[in-house]
C-alpha cells in the first residue's frame, strides 16, 4: 500500500466555507469592488476549480495505475523467488543423486 497525500477538495460554492479563505480556496468578496470584478472573480474561480478538479482526477488514476504496477511488480518478483528456489532445490537433489552413484 502506498502513502499518498491528497488534496483538499475546494468548496462547491465559494458562499459555503469555513471562513478561512485560504484553506477553502474562496474568492473573497471585497464590498468596495464592482459587480463586474466580482463576477469575474467568481469566473476565475469557477475556471481555476475546474482545472484542479481534472488535475485531482488525473493524479488519481495515475496513483492507482502506479499502486496496480507495484502489486505487479510484487508478484513477480515473489514469482522469481520461487523459481529460484525451486531451481536451487532441483540442483541440489541432482547433485545429491548423483554423488550417490
Known sequence: ??????????PSDPR???GDALLDHEVLYDPGQS???ASS??????KLKEAYLKVIDLYSRASLD???IH???KAAHAALGV?????TQA????ATAEAKV
Do not use: C, G, N, W
Request: glycine share 0%; charged share 40%.
Open 83 to 87: 523459481a529460484q528456489q525451486d531451481a
Open 1 to 10: 500500500m502506498s502513502h499518498r497525500h491528497t488534496p483538499s477538495p475546494i
Open 66 to 68: 502506479a499502486d496496480k
Open 16 to 18: 459555503h466555507s469555513s
Open 91 to 94: 540442483r541440489d537433489e541432482k
Open 35 to 37: 459587480f463586474v470584478d
Open 71 to 73: 502489486d505487479e511488480l
Open 41 to 46: 472573480d467568481h469566473e476565475e474561480y469557477f
